[in-house]
Nanobody, 124 residues
Framework: QVQLVESGGGLVQAGGSLRLSCVFS????????MAWFRQAPGKEREFVAG????????DYADSVKGRFTISRDNAKNTVYLQMNSLKPEDTAVYYC?????????????????WGQGTQVTVSL
């Protein structure tokens, strides 16, 4: 059974940076498209970034393009989300997810495996 464990969230001032990590276990990591989603209070969960096994295949939500970077260390079965130039509107619970295929659909319904979530809070 695939399991995902996130870490790296916290409180940061606007303009600061954080790096989230997600360790994958229970399967063959390279077979799975990986993604980060986030959910702010009172809002629906939204796609943030996704990656195939090769980081040449990545995509981002428009709201984070140029500020966030998704990467994978396939030797460590870990996916990262480097978040720079953080804004208060980035405040949310961030979730790591493993797709049911090698790709990274933007719809959360295509992700059978989820981490527990990690809180990111950006203050003014």
């Amino acid at each position: 059974q695939v399991q995902l464990v996130e870490s790296g969230g916290g409180l940061v001032q606007a303009g600061g940076s954080l790096r989230l990590s997600c360790v994958f276990s229970g399967g063959t990591f390279r077979w799975y498209g990986m993604a980060w989603f986030r959910q702010a209070p009172g809002k629906e969960r939204e796609f943030v970034a996704g990656s195939t096994w090769s980081v040449e295949g990545t995509d981002y939500a428009d709201s984070v393009k140029g500020r966030f970077t998704i990467s994978r260390d396939n030797a460590k079965n870990t996916v990262y989300l480097q978040m720079n130039s953080l804004k208060p509107e980035d405040t949310a619970v961030y979730y790591c997810a493993a797709s049911s295929s090698w790709n990274y659909p933007k719809s959360q319904g295509n992700y059978p495996y989820w981490g527990q979530g990690t809180q990111v809070t950006v203050s003014l």
